[in-house]
């Protein structure tokens, strides 16, 4: 059983929150949703998924979770503009405790420097940026490198949750 | 009276497109729409905007034209995952003729591998993207490097659309 922080913003990724959310949930995992205000309701970007904050990041600290899952869309480029979140997730990295990123998410990866001399992948139109981060983008459908889970879009979900729950005890 | 080219797709920052693109009429200017397909309509993120794409990017040249504007938004995340919109945006920049980009649109450049050694300002989400592509990131309303004028946020607009201006004829 682990507690995993779960942190985003509207306009996520419907897809890329609910089904890898339900399979953690399944095995029995918990998931505490961390965003920029507690009791705020986001709201996907094709709106059949929504989430109440439970924690506002200022309040979150990697200590209390034993995992980090960064859904994409564009939650993760309003995230970063937040020097709380991007800190926040930048801290997880460094912890050495799992990080689940898919599509978007390494954008708030790239605002906090922590993605240096990794090997990560995600959606086709940051793959410049993840280059010039300092990572090695690697086209491939989930990337695992060390505690850093990564995969490209909706359709890699399923190797995504299975890469990432290898993770979980 | 110039010939611009306005890159858009669907949600672009309605008013990043709306308010230049009124002070460009009023000046005699010619706006001409190219995204990724001829004849489709786009939408802004506020639904308060919508434009018909006059000109598919896959026939569009800069030869064409005297200058290209890239409104800001997602617009520009979904344009640099195709090719061609990147190419155009990348040889644009080269041509040496203006190119103004407000918000996210340095996204277009970054991936274009266009921004190295100039000045560009944006939107504060991608500030690190913008330095790890090897430009000087300025926090000004408008930092105008030779043919490129950039500008961060619709606030901005005033100064973005002065400067856009005196790069016309």
Redesign the interface.
């Known amino acids: 059983m682990s507690k995993i922080a779960v942190i985003m913003d509207d306009m996520f990724e419907d897809v890329e929150y609910t089904r890898p959310a339900e399979a953690f949930r399944e095995k029995g995992h918990q998931l505490v949703h961390v965003g920029l205000e507690k009791g705020k309701e986001v709201t996907g970007k094709k709106k059949t998924a929504r989430v109440r904050i439970d924690e506002s990041v200022t309040d979150a600290s990697p200590a209390d979770f034993d995992a980090l899952f960064i859904p994409g869309g564009?939650s993760p480029?309003?995230l970063?503009?937040h020097d709380e979140a991007v800190s926040f997730a930048g801290k997880f990295l460094e912890s050495g405790k799992p990080v689940f990123a898919i599509c978007h998410a390494p954008?708030l990866l790239?605002?906090a420097?922590a993605l240096k001399n990794r090997k990560v992948t995600g959606?086709?139109?940051i793959?410049?940026?993840i280059k010039?981060?300092?990572a090695e983008f690697v086209d491939k459908e989930v990337v695992v490198d060390g505690n850093l889970v990564s995969s490209r879009q909706p359709s890699d979900i399923p190797a995504f949750v299975r890469a990432a729950l290898e993770k979980l005890q």
Request: proline share 0%.
């Open positions: 564009h480029d309003n970063r503009a954008q790239i605002t420097r959606w086709k139109s793959v410049q940026d010039n981060a300092g």
